[in-house]
Structure formats: C-alpha cells, structure tokens
C-alpha cells in the first residue's frame, strides 16, 4: 500500500532561520509528487509538481528536491507570511487519486 | 481566470440527514475531484469525475455519491450522515484526461461540514 510521511509534524523557525521539511514515500510507480500549502480553513494552494529523482524548483524562498524514496522542501530566510500547514501528495501507478501525508505544520516568529 | 468555487462555506447537519455540495472547476479544467479533510489530517480522495463519468474511488461507502455536469461543475451527495462525516470538503479541478497524465490538482476554498 501506497505510504507518505511527513516530518517534522510541527516547525516553529525565528525569522531568517531556514531549514527544511521531508517528505518519504513508499509507492509503486510514482507519477508525480506535489507540494501544497494550506493556511487554516482553507482549500491547498499548489506549490510545485516533482516527476523524476533529482529535479528541483524552486519558488521565492521555497525549493523543493525529489529523490528515489523522498523530497524535502528547504525553506531559505522564512517570514512570519510562510506560517502554513504544508502538504505533500504523491500520484502513483495507474491511479486517479493524490494520496496526502498529514502534513507539517510551520510556525515562523519574528 | 477564474478559480475552483465551492458552496456553501459551512454546514451544519443533524445525523441520518442528507447533503448536497457544490463545485465549479477552474476555467478551461474538465476533471473534478473530491476530498475529504478531518481535522489534524491530509485530504482523502473520495471520487474523481470525468466527462460526467466516475473516473476513480477511494476507500468511502456508497452513501458517498457525486455527479459531474455538461460545464463540468460537480456535486457531492452524502446520504445517512454519521458524525464522523464531520470535516472539510474539498473539490479540485485539472485539465486533460482524468488520471493518466501527471496533471496538477487545484484546490477550491472548501466546504466545512459538521455533524450533530
């Protein structure tokens, strides 16, 4: 069975203070790994979409890597604004569906 | 460009009751997906429509029930309501061919359903 896992569960950084989110993957035949954002009570905002081991995108101070067995987000100089929940999905196999981890929660204090 | 939009925000419903959510994918995407989100945890997929056809389901009962229309707006039926059916709902739209591609998924803003 298709398995992801998100660590830490919860992130507390001070402003300026990067670090980085994992996400590891158990599945077979992977499509696609994809990252969100949520803020509380409101619908994912897509981040990026990964496809093979060792591509990497990145976005204002968010870059997410892929490898075999997992991706990691790295987040360079947080804000206060990048306090969110974050998702990673994985689309595998000939499935329809995006299977979630349960997400790491990210607190930045300024 | 407009968007996913769901309806309504919130709902509160009694347990046995039915309800109706809505969605209206983004413009231009023709493949609906719906997701159920419990507090604390990731979104679970519970069906996914093409072309007005069921193109894929997740691990729910049959009391989980949808429809997709000609415009590609979506509707998700649960009937005999349990109060585990508590969460947030969700509704997401892509382009192309339900499924095969590796197409991105966009999130509308989600309809928090609680039970009593």
């Known amino acids: 069975e298709d398995q992801v896992t998100q660590s830490p569960e919860a992130l507390r950084l001070q402003e300026g203070e990067s670090s980085s989110l994992n996400c590891s993957y158990t599945?077979?035949?992977?499509?696609?790994l994809f990252w969100y954002r949520q803020d509380p009570g409101k619908g994912p905002e897509f981040l990026f979409t990964?496809?093979?081991a060792g591509e990497e995108k990145e976005k204002e101070r968010l870059k997410a890597t892929l490898t075999k067995k997992e991706s990691f987000l790295h987040i360079t100089a947080p804000k206060p604004e990048d306090s969110a929940t974050y998702l990673c999905?994985?689309?595998?196999?000939?499935?329809?569906?995006?299977?979630f981890g349960k997400g790491t929660s990210l607190l930045v204090t300024p | 460009e407009t968007g996913v939009t769901q309806s309504p925000t919130h709902l509160i419903k009694t347990r046995g009751q039915q309800v109706t959510l809505r969605c209206s994918s983004q413009?231009?995407?023709?493949?609906v997906s719906w997701y159920q989100q419990a507090l604390g945890q990731g979104p679970q997929f519970i069906f996914q429509?093409?072309?007005?056809?069921?193109?894929g389901r997740g691990n729910f009962p049959p009391r989980f029930s949808g429809l997709q229309f000609p415009n590609y707006s979506s509707e998700l039926n649960v009937n005999a309501l349990e109060l585990d059916d508590s969460a947030l709902y969700l509704c997401a739209s892509s382009p192309g061919v339900g499924g095969f591609f590796q197409e991105t998924q966009y999130f509308g803003p989600g309809t928090r359903l609680l039970v009593l």
């Open positions: 990964l496809y093979s």
């Open positions: 429509y093409y072309r007005e056809e069921e193109n």
């Open positions: 599945v077979s035949g992977l499509r696609g």
């Open positions: 999905a994985v689309q595998a196999g000939s499935g329809y569906a995006l299977n």
């Open positions: 413009s231009g995407h023709n493949t």
